[in-house]
C-alpha cells in the first residue's frame, strides 16, 4: 500500500513524527508532502496569487511552501503523479479538530483534498488538556495504527473522508474507539482579542479562549470527553436536501 502523509503543523512538527510510525505500522512505501511551516487554520484554501514552491528534503520527503491543499495538490500532480498513493493520512495535529472547528482545519482540508482526488482520506487529531501540552501524542501513538488498520477496507464511498481524534488521556486510560457525528460549537462566544504593536498600531488576535459547546449524545465531542477516540465520518456533498425541497416549490 502506498500511502501519503501530510499535515497542516508543518514538516517539522511533532506530531507528524506521530504520524509517520503509524503509517509505517500498515507500509513501507510511504510518501511525505507537507507544508514547510505551520498552517493551522488555513482551512481549504489554495495559494493563488504567488508561487509556491516544492522542496525535496530526503527520500520520498518534500515540503512545500504553502497550505496543506497545495501540498495535496502538488503530492498528486507532480511528485506520485505516476505513483498515484492508496491512502492519505494528514495529522496527527497538535490540538482537536472537533464539531465545527472542522470547516476552519487545515489538516481535516488536506483529507479533504485527498477525498477530492478519488483516494482514501483520514485527518488524525490529538486533543490536548493544555496549550503547553505541545507533545502529549501518547494516545495518538497507543491507538493511531489500529484505528487506521481498522479503516483502510471500510466503504467511505465517494467524496467522504474520515475524521479522527484522540482524547488528552494516557493511553491506558482510553475507553474504547467511537464511531460518532459531527459535533457543534457555539461560536457567538469566542473571542477577539485587542492589542497594540511596539508601534502603536492595533491588532486582534482571534481564538485565545475556549469556545463552549454541547455535548450532545452521539457526537465526537462527547466521545472526546468521555476519554473514547472519536471516529466521525464526513462527506464533501454540503447541499441541504430538505432545504433544496423547499426552494424548489418557491422557484418551481
Known amino acids: 500500500?502506498?500511502?501519503?502523509?501530510?499535515?497542516?503543523?508543518?514538516?517539522?512538527?511533532?506530531?507528524?513524527?506521530?504520524?509517520?510510525?503509524?503509517?509505517?505500522?500498515?507500509?513501507?512505501?510511504?510518501?511525505?508532502?507537507?507544508?514547510?511551516?505551520?498552517?493551522?487554520?488555513?482551512?481549504?484554501?489554495?495559494?493563488?496569487?504567488?508561487?509556491?514552491?516544492?522542496?525535496?528534503?530526503?527520500?520520498?520527503?518534500?515540503?512545500?511552501?504553502?497550505?496543506?491543499?497545495?501540498?495535496?495538490?502538488?503530492?498528486?500532480?507532480?511528485?506520485?503523479?505516476?505513483?498515484?498513493?492508496?491512502?492519505?493520512?494528514?495529522?496527527?495535529?497538535?490540538?482537536?479538530?472537533?464539531?465545527?472547528?472542522?470547516?476552519?482545519?487545515?489538516?481535516?482540508?488536506?483529507?479533504?483534498?485527498?477525498?477530492?482526488?478519488?483516494?482514501?482520506?483520514?485527518?488524525?487529531?490529538?486533543?490536548?488538556?493544555r496549550d503547553t501540552d505541545h507533545e502529549a501524542f501518547e494516545a495518538a501513538r497507543r491507538f493511531g495504527g489500529e484505528v487506521v488498520k481498522r479503516l483502510i477496507d471500510a466503504p467511505f464511498g465517494d467524496r467522504t473522508l474520515v475524521n479522527v481524534n484522540f482524547p488528552p488521556v494516557p493511553a491506558e486510560k482510553v475507553r474504547g474507539i467511537r464511531a460518532v457525528r459531527q459535533g457543534f460549537h457555539d461560536y457567538s462566544r469566542g473571542s477577539v482579542v485587542e492589542g497594540r504593536d511596539p508601534r502603536g498600531l492595533t491588532y486582534y488576535w482571534f481564538g485565545l479562549h475556549s469556545i463552549e459547546h454541547t455535548l450532545d449524545h452521539g457526537t465526537d465531542l462527547e466521545a472526546i470527553d468521555e476519554g473514547f477516540v472519536s471516529v466521525t465520518p464526513l462527506q464533501l456533498d454540503l447541499t441541504h436536501y430538505s432545504l433544496l425541497s423547499t426552494l424548489g416549490e418557491r422557484f418551481d
Request: glycine residues 10%; proline residues 4%.
Open 1 to 129: 500500500m502506498r500511502i501519503l502523509l501530510t499535515n497542516d503543523d508543518g514538516i517539522h512538527a511533532p506530531g507528524f513524527e506521530v504520524l509517520e510510525a503509524i503509517a509505517r505500522e500498515i507500509s513501507d512505501d510511504v510518501w511525505i508532502c507537507a507544508p514547510a511551516e505551520e498552517q493551522s487554520g488555513a482551512g481549504h484554501s489554495l495559494t493563488l496569487n504567488h508561487p509556491v514552491r516544492l522542496r525535496k528534503l530526503g527520500e520520498r520527503r518534500y515540503s512545500v511552501t504553502g497550505t496543506p491543499t497545495d501540498s495535496v495538490m502538488l503530492a498528486l500532480r507532480t511528485v506520485l503523479e505516476d505513483k498515484t498513493p492508496d491512502l492519505i493520512l494528514s495529522g496527527v495535529n497538535r490540538g482537536a479538530n472537533l464539531g465545527d472547528d472542522i470547516t476552519y482545519s487545515g489538516t481535516a482540508s488536506a483529507a479533504m483534498e485527498g477525498a477530492l482526488g478519488g483516494i482514501k482520506s483520514i485527518a488524525l487529531s490529538q486533543v490536548l488538556k
